[in-house]
């Protein structure tokens, strides 16, 4: 298994873009799918975006199609999500977790582990 740590969060005006990091340990990243989740007060996690171990394919939540990127760099040990076009909705931490089961593609939060400790993003109207 890996271990996670994310970064990149902050506040940013509506409309403005942040990327996001996931730093990866252990030699086995590569072996993994990864996804990005977040979660907002009061609510449930849910799946954002998540790709597979080569970066070939890509599977994003309806509300973020088109204005957030996930990609990685197996080199490095890292994963990103790049967002663009942030809403205030968008306001939430963000957490990237490793894909262990085979249905991770579903976005299912069952589907991942090694949960890292979150990044906030907060997006002003």
């Known amino acids: 298994q890996v271990q996670l740590v994310e970064s990149g969060g902050g506040v940013v005006q509506a409309g403005g873009s942040l990327r996001l990091s996931c730093a990866a340990s252990?030699?086995?990243?590569?072996?993994?799918?990864m996804g990005w989740f977040r979660q907002a007060p009061g609510k449930e996690r849910e799946f954002v975006a998540a790709i597979n171990w080569s970066g070939y394919n890509t599977y994003y939540a309806d509300s973020v199609k088109g204005r957030f990127t996930i990609s990685r760099d197996n080199a490095k040990n890292t994963v990103y999500l790049r967002m663009n076009s942030l809403e205030p909705e968008d306001t939430a931490v963000y957490y990237c977790a490793a894909g262990y089961s085979t249905n991770w593609y579903t976005g299912n939060t069952a589907a991942f582990g090694s949960w890292g400790q979150g990044t906030q993003v907060t997006v002003s109207s």
């Open positions: 252990g030699r086995t990243f590569s072996s993994y799918a």
